[in-house]
Antibody, heavy 120, light 110 residues
Framework: QVQLVESGGDVVQPGRSLRLSCAASGFSFRTYGMHWVRQAPGKGLEWVSFIWYDGIHKYYADSVKGRFTISRDNSKNTLYLQMSSLRAEDTAVYYC?????????????WGQGTMVTVSS | QSVLTQPPSASGTPGQRVTISCSGSSSNIGSITVNWYQHLPGTAPKLLIYGDNQRPSGVPDRFSGSKSGTSASLAISGLQSEDEADYYCAAWDASLNGVVFGGGTKLTVL
């Protein structure tokens, strides 16, 4: 069964750090590009970050550049998002998303999401 | 302000055909394929159309996509109550070096 399961969401104070994890199963994780996409309360979808299948290239939205770091461990079929210097505007549901090879960035696998709340 | 522009809302009655537009630029829609997602509240988004006009297996042929220049459209024919959801277009942007989403269109089935 194709599945992405996020974990690590929590309530944290502004300026603190948090690490999200995403466990993949049921598909060839090591061949997929992987992304994080978020949705703030009452807002639309926002792309956050992308990592190549081999972890060599990484891309970030301007809103998180310099504060968030995406990484992956293909031996563990796991994707990570290290978030630091968190701000109130980072409050959102964070989705882990799979992007198959040569798909034109078509996100065909989504996790159920994990909630991050940044509040004092 | 989203890079891709969608109308915030659309509506139709059961059986009708509705279209949702998505306007971009030469750095995104004009140079790479567009994908569409359906998002029902409380669930994960679902890929609806990829590669401008391709449907993943399991997506009814009532849903179709098209593109011309720097604009794309999603059409839903034979509208059903279960189609009530938020719809998003998305594409890679070569200038921003990232994926950009439209602001989303809330479809109401009257």
């Amino acid at each position: 069964q194709v599945q992405l399961v996020e974990s690590g969401g929590d309530v944290v104070q502004p300026g603190r750090s948090l690490r999200l994890s995403c466990a993949a199963s049921g598909f060839s994780f090591r061949t997929y590009g992987m992304h994080w996409v978020r949705q703030a309360p009452g807002k639309g979808l926002e792309w956050v970050s992308f990592i190549w299948y081999d972890g060599i290239h990484k891309y970030y939205a301007d809103s998180v550049k310099g504060r968030f770091t995406i990484s992956r461990d293909n031996s563990k079929n796991t994707l990570y998002l290290q978030m630091s210097s968190l701000r109130a505007e980072d409050t959102a549901v964070y989705y882990c998303v799979g992007d198959p090879p040569s798909s034109g960035y078509a996100f065909d696998i989504w996790g159920q999401g994990t909630m991050v709340t940044v509040s004092s | 302000q989203s890079v891709l522009t969608q109308p915030p809302s659309a509506s139709g009655t059961p059986g009708q055909r509705v279209t949702i537009s998505c306007s971009g630029s030469s750095s995104n829609i004009g140079s790479i394929t567009v994908n569409w997602y359906q998002h029902l509240p409380g669930t994960a988004p679902k890929l609806l159309i990829y590669g401008d006009n391709q449907r993943p297996s399991g997506v009814p042929d009532r849903f179709s996509g098209s593109k011309s220049g720097t604009s794309a459209s999603l059409a839903i024919s034979g509208l059903q109550s279960e189609d009530e959801a938020d719809y998003y277009c998305a594409a890679w942007d070569a200038s921003l070096n990232g994926v950009v989403f439209g602001g989303g269109t809330k479809l109401t089935v009257l």
